[in-house]
């Protein structure tokens, strides 16, 4: 694994995640005009917004699915547009990304897509700690017993969770989550939150967290921003916005 | 008013028609760019296909995977092709031949055109149609559904592991599978043998391959190779740049059917002139 970027590497204060005048647009209509963001070492940082606002392009910015049309995005200090297809893999490799609809490999069963990013990055792992490493990962979301299922078995939330073990299994230094809990009851999506929380504290994972969910938010979050045509229109923490006298920004919390 | 409205509208019409034309030119730039970019972009697909090839890691499991399904999934249908046609051909070509009192010349006949061309076009065709659809929609599928994108993220090079193992195993496959059919053919064939004349196997078979050159053989094996890259190359390229919803994997499933069935005419064209001048 590439060793030359780590957490630290960024240094304490410098932001693991650094986004500059941000502009994207998709056939002429600007989704992002001007985007500017920085996410601390260890913090949970939630973005809220109205559905389409562009919150799940923002996050696939950061890990080089989606191209800016200008402006500036350094992850560990890098320049995300910048990278060699290698240095970029470097990167990515400490990224985590929760898909929305979890895209899950349908063609494998849930044992198998969580073994494949371990096999092809650590050729020298044995079957049997694959195994294990699988087996724990799945534990953590609490669906051990659906491992020789194929995805087209799992209900909605199961596919979530498995696409959030299968992120977590290549231990990432940043997580980027596009709505963890959407599709749960409420038991688990509180067991989710718990999970990104403990992933936090014990980890030392920075994340961004999109969410339409007031309880996850109110758990995870250490600041809020909430995007609104194309720009961050209110920061702060959950009590902040919440209170604040924005009467927009108040409707998400009602 | 009219005065100084005069070289007013000369200059506003002057501009108005510099606008068109440059207007024009970009239209029609982005016309050309609109009908040539999926030429360049196949091309360049393909280019990638040898750099990716050579650089480790090697898709070791998912290429012999690929294998399996393209050998396994491909041999009910090719077995009854293959027999069928080698069955029809000898049925055909045998009263002609008996004009000439030439009957002896059928098995070579037979094997002649079954080696040289219909055993390697048909199974390129058929493979168009079965491997090629299924690449298209599979690859045009898991692109939707972001799929591919998740392999990406994961810092897994989706080329290599979907494309670089699947255009590698059509390209070694294919081969094979067209002398399995020349092989059925040549069944079909000395069973429409029988129908007329009592003749064994081993007979039948050493008259036929007695009959076969060099020049028969090589270039239509080096043919098959060629039809092989084309139908890989052409399945993954459509499937693995579908933009938009499920309803565009269905049609880069049929674009790379209609696609692949087209190169394998073309590619025997091209293939038939040059064996020609050899
Ligand atoms: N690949 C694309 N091509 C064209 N338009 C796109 C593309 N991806 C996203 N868009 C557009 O960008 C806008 C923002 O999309 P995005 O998926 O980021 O929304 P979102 O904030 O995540 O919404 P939701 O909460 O519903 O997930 C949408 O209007 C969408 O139509
Ligand atoms: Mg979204």
């Not at chain 2, 090697?58 to 077995?79: A, D, M, N, V």
């Not at chain 2, 059925?184 to 050493?206: D, E, L, P, Q």
Request: net charge neutral.
């Amino acid at each position: 694994m590439a060793e030359s970027i780590s957490a630290g590497s960024a240094g304490p204060d410098k932001p693991v995640v650094d986004i500059r005048d941000l502009k994207i647009s998709f056939n002429r209509i600007p989704i992002l005009s001007g985007i500017n963001l920085q996410v601390r070492h260890g913090e949970n940082l939630v973005v809220l917004g109205k559905s389409g606002s562009g919150k799940s392009v923002l996050i696939k910015c950061l890990v080089g699915l989606v191209e800016p049309d200008a402006g500036e995005i350094r992850v560990f200090d890098k320049d995300i547009s910048n990278l060699s297809y290698e240095q970029l893999n470097e990167v990515r490799l400490k990224v985590g990304f929760l898909f929305q609809n979890a895209a899950l490999y349908d063609s494998m069963t849930v044992g198998d897509n969580l073994a494949f990013p371990l096999r092809y990055h650590f050729k020298k792992l044995k079957p049997a700690q694959i195994r294990q490493l699988v087996g724990e990962a799945l534990d953590s979301v609490g669906l051990q017993e659906a491992i020789d299922k194929m995805p087209s078995e799992l209900s909605g939330g199961m596919s979530k969770r498995v696409g959030l073990a299968r992120t977590l299994i290549l231990k990432p230094d940043i997580m980027l989550y596009d709505e963890p809990t959407t599709g749960l009851d409420t038991a688990t999506s509180k067991e989710i939150s718990a999970l990104i929380l403990e992933m936090q504290r014990k980890k030392n994972i920075s994340s961004i967290i999109i969410t339409h969910d007031m309880h996850c938010a109110k758990t995870t979050a250490d600041r809020l921003v909430v995007l609104k045509e194309g720009v961050i229109a209110a920061e702060g923490s959950y009590d902040q916005l919440r209170d604040g006298d924005d009467p927009w920004t108040k409707t998400f919390f009602e | 008013m009219s005065a100084p409205g005069g070289a007013g509208t000369e200059t506003i019409n002057e501009m108005y028609k510099n606008m068109q034309t440059a207007a024009d030119t970009e239209s029609l730039r982005e016309l050309l760019k609109k009908k040539f970019a999926p030429t360049g972009d196949s091309i360049a697909f393909a280019a990638r296909f040898f750099r990716e090839l050579v650089k480790p890691p090697f898709p070791g499991r998912e290429f012999l995977h690929q294998c399996y399904l393209i050998g396994y999934k491909s041999c009910p249908l090719i077995s009854l092709t293959g027999f069928i046609m080698g069955l029809v051909l000898t049925i055909q070509s045998r009263p002609s031949l008996a004009q000439f009192g030439a009957e002896s010349m059928l098995p070579g006949m037979v094997a002649t055109s079954l080696v040289r061309e219909i055993g390697p076009v048909i199974t390129a065709l058929i493979c168009a149609g079965n491997i090629g659809s299924r690449m298209g929609a599979e690859l045009g599928s898991m692109r939707v559904t972001e799929q591919i994108d998740a392999m990406e993220v994961s810092a897994i090079n989706p080329y290599k592991f979907l494309v670089v193992s699947r255009v590698l195993a059509t390209t070694l496959m294919i081969p094979l599978l067209s002398v399995y059919t020349n092989a059925v053919g040549m069944i079909g064939s000395w069973a429409a043998m029988n129908i007329h004349t009592n003749i064994g196997f081993t007979r039948y078979f050493s008259a036929a391959m007695g009959h076969l050159e060099f020049l028969d053989i090589v270039p239509a094996l080096v043919k098959t190779f060629l039809f092989g890259f084309a139908i890989g190359i052409i399945g993954c390229f459509k499937g693995f740049y579908v933009r938009g919803g499920t309803e565009s994997v269905g049609r880069a499933a049929n674009a790379a059917v209609v696609t692949a069935s087209l190169a394998v005419f073309v590619l025997d064209m091209l293939a038939v002139q040059i064996t020609d001048l050899i």
